[in-house]
């Protein structure tokens, strides 16, 4: 995958060119850092990459977390509880409560879409083409 030095922050030019990259160990190794010759330094994460090449499984766990997020809001903000949330659903506490975990990427979006649908919120989904 491709990510231009132009949308690193600070940004090479001709007067301050790329000195050195490598691969940033205390990012866990999810993230390069770079150092210019006037000794700045500046590190891409590898989500700014999946990001820049709209990566579609990048994109799709970013829906799901920001589905996630809204469905907790959902559940603390509705008058009903837990238990009946679950019982609308027809799933188990389990299954709910990972439906619940932002760190979860293995749910499906059907279910999240379910779990807002049960607590009375309206989803809209927007498709546009790009802007140039």
């Known amino acids: 995958m491709l990510f231009p030095y132009s949308r690193a922050e600070p940004s090479p030019t001709t007067a301050d060119r790329v000195r050195e990259v490598f691969v940033d160990e205390e990012a866990g190794r999810e993230a390069f850092t770079y150092v210019l010759d006037s000794g700045r330094s500046g590190t ?14 990048y994109l799709r ?30 799933t188990s506490a389990t299954q709910f409560y990972r439906l619940l975990d932002q760190t979860n990427y293995r749910k499906s979006i059907d279910q999240l879409l379910a779990l807002l649908q049960v607590l009375d919120c309206e ?9 140039a």
């Open 61 to 90: 766990n970013l829906l799901l977390y920001q589905l996630t997020l809204e469905a907790q809001k959902g559940v603390e903000a509705s008058p009903l509880s837990k238990r009946e949330i679950v019982r609308r659903l027809g």
């Open 44 to 57: 891409v994460h590898v989500e700014q990459v999946l990001d820049y090449n709209r990566d579609p499984k």
């Open 123 to 131: 989803v809209d989904l927007v498709v546009r083409p790009k802007s």
